[in-house]
T-cell receptor, first 111, second 115 residues
Framework: GENVGLHLPTLSVQEGDNSIINCAYS??????FIWYKQESGKGPQFIID?????DKRQGQRVTVLLNKTVKHLSLQIAATQPGDSAVYFC??????????FGQGTELSVKP | DAGVTQSPTHLIKTRGQQVTLRCSPK?????VSWYQQALGQGPQFIFQ???????QRGNFPDRFSGHQFPNYSSELNVNALLLGDSALYLC??????????????FGSGTQLSVL
């Protein structure tokens, strides 16, 4: 199949805590994954990507982990802020730039 | 440097009508992709244009068609609108093949409502 799915549709965290958003994929041949953030009324915004020859990649306050054995990736957000409230999508990049998106996880940050 | 721009931002149509949505890619980008995003769902790939030709297509009926112009801008046309076509239509641009980076940049979308 060609599914990229998410374990939880919603996630609520306290401001300052760390957030972890999970994603499962089914295509074991996939070799490139991207996390996007989508705020209300806006298009998806690139956060971080990872290739299958890596198992971890860090950005500013964000880390993506890839476990190819169980076909799972996660997005970790450190010291979550109210501005992080949004829907987060993982996406699998297929040849020639076609993206397969999951359903999304809505992150809500409580002050 | 302007990002991806789409017009209009909102549109209301009735069943059976036809609609045209427009997209200007990010400066320097030559490839345009279109996605449909239903409420509460992830975006679904419609098709991609490069060098004024449809490069690949997702699982959408022929009612959905597109065009790319020499200046790389693009249009999405939907004929015989159905209620189920109501969605946010997203345009994304990227560098073409062989240019080292196919990362997609998205516009804010056109919200289409079919009544």
């Amino acid at each position: 199949g060609e599914n990229v799915g998410l374990h939880l549709p919603t996630l609520s965290v306290q401001e300052g805590d760390n957030s972890i958003i999970n994603c499962a994929y089914s295509n074991s041949a996939s070799d490139y994954f991207i996390w996007y953030k989508q705020e209300s009324g806006k298009g998806p915004q690139f956060i971080i990507d990872i290739r299958s020859n890596m198992d971890k990649r860090q950005g500013q306050r964000v880390t993506v982990l890839l476990n190819k054995t169980v076909k799972h990736l996660s997005l970790q957000i450190a010291a979550t802020q109210p501005g992080d409230s949004a829907v987060y999508f993982c996406a699998e990049n297929r040849p020639r730039g076609k993206l397969i998106f999951g359903q999304g996880t809505e992150l809500s940050v409580k002050p | 440097d302007a990002g991806v721009t789409q017009s209009p931002t909102h549109l209301i149509k009735t069943r059976g009508q036809q609609v045209t949505l427009r997209c200007s890619p990010k400066s320097g980008h030559d490839t345009v992709s279109w996605y449909q995003q239903a409420l509460g769902q992830g975006p679904q790939f419609i098709f991609q244009y490069y060098e004024e030709e449809e490069r690949q297509r997702g699982n959408f009926p022929d009612r959905f068609s597109g065009h790319q112009f020499p200046n790389y801008s693009s249009e999405l046309n939907v004929n015989a609108l159905l209620l189920g076509d109501s969605a946010l239509y997203l345009c994304a641009s990227s560098l073409g093949p062989g240019q080292g980076n196919e990362k997609l940049f998205f516009g804010s979308g056109t919200q289409l409502s079919v009544l």
